[in-house]
């Protein structure tokens, strides 16, 4: 079975800049979910979706983050524009959604903003 | 606003020690304990998941919890360098929803 799917892997980019990230989930997951993880810190939930429908998004910054999964499959994230603190890796993470907790961790984006 | 506390360490152990990992957390609500490995430069992965107080074994790993003190903690038995990694604590609460909040983690090496 393959994984969750990210890419791309590193994006380097100036501030003030668009940037947009995207995941594939594992076949069959209906729930996804964003996460940004700082140097040093633990993954912040940014946002969670159960098909293509927002559950949770108290935490994405909405002024310059945005997210959508609309057929209920890939998603994508996308900030515009890009701040220094938005550096971080940019993790997405999908359930079955039935019956587990059980999260499975893409490999990540690394995001740099000069 | 929930949190979940955890020592950033390095905590260093010798091969073959217990490695000893703790966690606190503020909502009394919470319901589901979950331990991550994350390996540097790579994606978090599920180790154990608790969700009763008590303790919970799988293989080398011992997740414990105590809801009444707010802990959970993680237990490495015979620990090896390839254990060397981050360990982040993350709580979910009640609820139908599933929105973990993690701690900062725990470095731990493991030297031969």
């Known amino acids: 079975e393959a994984g969750v799917a990210q890419s791309p892997r590193y994006k380097i980019i100036e501030k003030r800049q668009s940037v947009a990230f995207w995941c594939n989930p594992i076949?069959?997951?209906?729930?996804l979910y964003w996460y940004q993880q700082i140097l040093g810190q633990g993954p912040k939930l940014l946002i969670q979706f159960q098909n293509n429908g927002v559950v949770d998004d108290s935490q994405l910054p909405k002024d310059r983050f945005s997210a959508e999964r609309l057929k209920g499959v890939d998603s994508t994230l996308k900030i515009q524009p890009a701040k220094l603190e938005d550096s971080a890796v940019y993790l997405c993470?999908?359930?079955?959604?039935?019956?587990?907790?059980?999260?499975?961790f893409g490999p990540g984006t690394r995001l740099t903003v000069l | 606003q929930k949190e979940v506390e955890q020592n950033s360490g390095p905590l260093s152990v010798p091969e073959g020690a217990i490695a000893s990992l703790n966690c606190t957390y503020s909502?009394?609500?919470?319901?589901?304990f979950f331990w991550y490995r994350q390996y540097s430069g790579k994606s978090p992965e599920l180790i154990m998941s608790i969700y009763s107080n008590g303790d919970k074994e799988d293989g080398r790993f011992t997740a414990q919890l105590n809801k009444a003190s707010q802990y959970v903690s993680l237990l490495i038995r015979d620990s090896q360098p390839s254990d060397s990694a981050t360990y982040l604590c993350a709580v979910k609460g009640g609820g139908g929803s599933y929105i973990p909040t993690f701690g900062r983690g725990t470095s731990l090496i493991v030297h031969p």
């Open positions: 993470a999908t359930r079955t959604g039935v019956g587990t907790d059980t999260q499975y």
């Open positions: 076949s069959g997951h209906a729930t």
């Open positions: 909502d009394r609500g919470s319901q589901s």
